[in-house]
């Protein structure tokens, strides 16, 4: 964990957000700032703050946190139709919150490329 990181504050139950999904390594929650009319993000418990500080062992998390898009996606009724996954990687891509998360995004049609 990470003292000043707000989605280990998450995590630790310091801040109180509704889970839409948890396991034992990965939890998710709504975005406070929706892009979509579904806007899940998936994080690991683990505090990675970047793509660029994913480790080998990190492997399997981060493996999971798809398995967990996915059915997220199903619950919120979105995996027929479509939906988006991205992941930030710093500032020149739009990253905010140094802890990394997968952007599940959908319920609306989505363009290409993104902005
Ligand atoms: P990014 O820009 O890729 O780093 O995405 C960070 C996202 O995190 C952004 O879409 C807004 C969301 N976010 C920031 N602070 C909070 C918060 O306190 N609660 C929730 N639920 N989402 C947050």
Not at 34 to 55: C, G, M, S, Y
Not at 62 to 68: K, N
């Amino acid at each position: 964990m990470s003292s000043d990181c707000l989605f280990c504050k998450i995590v630790a139950g310091e801040i109180p957000v509704e889970f839409v999904y948890e396991s034992d390594t990965v939890v998710a929650f709504r975005d406070i700032s929706p892009q979509a009319p579904t806007h899940v993000l998936v994080i690991p418990r683990k505090h990675i703050a970047t793509i660029n500080d994913i480790a080998p062992e990190d492997e399997a998390v981060i493996g999971h946190m798809y398995t967990a898009a996915k059915e997220i996606a199903a619950a919120e009724g979105i995996a027929e139709d479509g939906y988006r996954t991205v992941m930030n990687c710093n500032e020149g891509a739009g990253q905010s919150v140094f802890h990394i998360h997968l952007h599940v995004l959908g319920g609306r049609p989505m363009t290409w490329p993104p902005g």
